[in-house]
Structures are given as structure tokens and as C-alpha cells.
């Protein structure tokens, strides 16, 4: 018998999603011991979490209980800190789980799905699992969204259109005139708000206007709860109804939402991690900005997006296959070597770029002595 007669030809056509790896991999990996490793590479934050959070997990008595399907007590803290009613919002292991939920509720086999490379991958990956098709419409050489392309691309399979804003990898926003101008299309116009606790550029209010609007959010990123999987979404209530009826009963596991309440019960000291990141951007896009060999983008985020340029002459340093093949490829592989982990893209429209998590200024040093290293001096 042939396996692979049975499964879904989708899923035997399609590539698989480029995941990062844990610390205790990468250090084995390496032979660089975890605590010499500087880990910029997830857009994870290098602060860790609010330290009530090991409190709470360590005193939490039930785990041997089912959490709750309905999200009840989670839904209301969210609702007291996002402002907006507990029937718009719905919470998932990780907003990922709810880009799949989102899929599974709108999709039927060859709909489509807008996705504006470069852009987060797990768009394009669960559009496929879900049997759509994806329309891919390019962003412009600043990564600027084409939004005349975008809309000559709809038609009546089209059900739904993803943006991240800030957009990760690329690190700039969308504006409120062009999220409009989607919004009246009557398409499900999903923006992924990440990171917009670095951005401070909500768009979340035209929920109320627009009941094809939906906002995704994360505790991974500013929170520093990446590991525990949760996030939420803020949708029209008549999309709640229904979201709530497919999802998985358990989808938000009991030490995630403990975590998460624990977290909403130290905003203050997570804010002043969060202002310690946009501080620590800065500096790090100016110190970036000083070596020749890359091209630096601005960013609204915790990371930062740079292109190596094609003159780059990287040190050669070991036997590996990994010493040629694309720049941004090899500088990686130097890095990594040091021990200091960032993300590299050869992808369409992302040839020879580098992307840099922002850490704590001890971690800007390391990158930024690690980058000078990985070049030949001429
Ligand atoms: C990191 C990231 C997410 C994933 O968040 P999880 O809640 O950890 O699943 C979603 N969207 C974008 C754009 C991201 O970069």
C-alpha cells in the first residue's frame, strides 16, 4: 500500500515552513554553551517574561484539569486591557493557530488568499494546508504594499487578504488610507499586529466601522511568552460566533493563560521593557547603519532588516559548503560559529538579506562585534 496515493496532493505539493530552532538545539549544534549564545534570530523577547509569571505557573494547582473551552476568564482580562467587548475576542495557541483558524473558516478548496511577500510565512503555509491558493502580490523595492495590484488581483474566489503591520520581515506599517481602501473591497482584510507594541500604530478601532476587519495580537513578542503558544484576535462579533464553534475546545492551555494573566498584572514592568527595546533599536539601527557593507531598513519593530551587498567580502573560516553560496547565507554561518544567531533570507525579493532581532545592549554589542568580524579588512 502506497501512503502517499492517500494523502492530500496539496500537502505532498507544498514546501514546508522554515521554523527556528530552540536554544538547547542551537547550542548542540554549535558546542557554543546556551548561556554564550546570543539568539537573535525569532524576534523573541530577550528580556524573558514578567517574573509573576513564575510565580503564577509555580503555584498553579490544576493542571491536570482541561482549561476552560470557552476562554472565560482570559477573554474578560483581555477585554479590560484591549478595550474591546470579550465577545470580539477569541484566543489561540499562538496567533498562528488563529491565521489557521481564520483559513478554515473562510476557505473552501481554491478560494484565494492575498499574501504581500516579503512577509510572514506562516500566511502563505496555512493558506495551502487549507487547500487555497495563494495570490501573491509583491511589495515594492522600499516594501512598500501595492495596493492597485492588490485590488486588480481580486475576484470572486478571493475571500481573504493578509498584511502584518509592522510587516515582518520588512519592519514598516500599513497606513490607515490603504487599509481602507482594502476594507472596501468586502474582502476579510486580516492585519497582524504582532508587533505593535513597538509601533504604537493600532488599527484596530475600524473593527466597529468594518465587520470584514479582523486584528491579530501576541503575547510571543512583547510579552515574552513565545514558548507557551498564545495569542488573540479582535473580530466583528458575528466572525466570534463562528470561530468559537470550529476551534479546538482546548486550543488555550491552562499555563498560557495563567502566564497571561500574570503578565496583565505587570504591564508596567513589561512596558519598560518594551520602551528598553525601541531604545535599543535605535542604537542598534545607528551602529548598523555605520558598516558599509549593508543596507539598513528602518524599522517599527524588535528586529531590523539589512541587505548584504553583492561587494561584501566575507571571511572564509572553516571547510564548510556554507562558506559559499549567498552572502547573507555565509555571514549567517560566521555568526553562528561565534555563537550569535540571526535569520538570513534568499527568497524572492529577500536576496541576500539579514534580519536582526533587537536584544538588550549587551546583545547589540555581540552582533555588532560578530558583524565587523565576519568581513576581511581591506
Ligand atoms: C511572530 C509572529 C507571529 C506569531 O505569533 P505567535 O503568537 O507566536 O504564533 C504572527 N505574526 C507575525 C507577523 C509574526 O512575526
Redesign the pocket.
Known sequence: MRIEELIRAEVMDMVGYTPIEPLDILSKQTKVSTDNIVKLDG?ENLYGCSPKVNVALGKYPYFNIYPDPEQRVLRLALEKYTGFNSQQIVCGS????L?DLILRLFINPGDKVINCPPT?G?YPFSTRICGGEVINISRDRDFNLDIRGIIKAMDDRTKVIFL?SP??PTGNCVSIEEITELLDTEKIVVV?E??VDFSNNSMAGMIFKYNNMIV?R????WAGL?GL???YGLFPTEIVRYLMKIKQPYNANVAAQTAVLASLEDIEYLRNNITKIIIERERLFSKLKEIQWLNTYPSSANFILCSVQKDANIVVNGSSELNKGPLARQVWYQMRMKGVFIRYFDTPGLENFIRITVGRPEDTDRVVKALTEVVKNV
Open positions: 524576534n499562538g496567533s498562528d493557530d491565521i510572514f506562516m502584518a510587516n515582518n497582524d504582532a508587533y491579530l501576541t503575547f510571543s513578542k513565545a503558544r498564545i495569542g
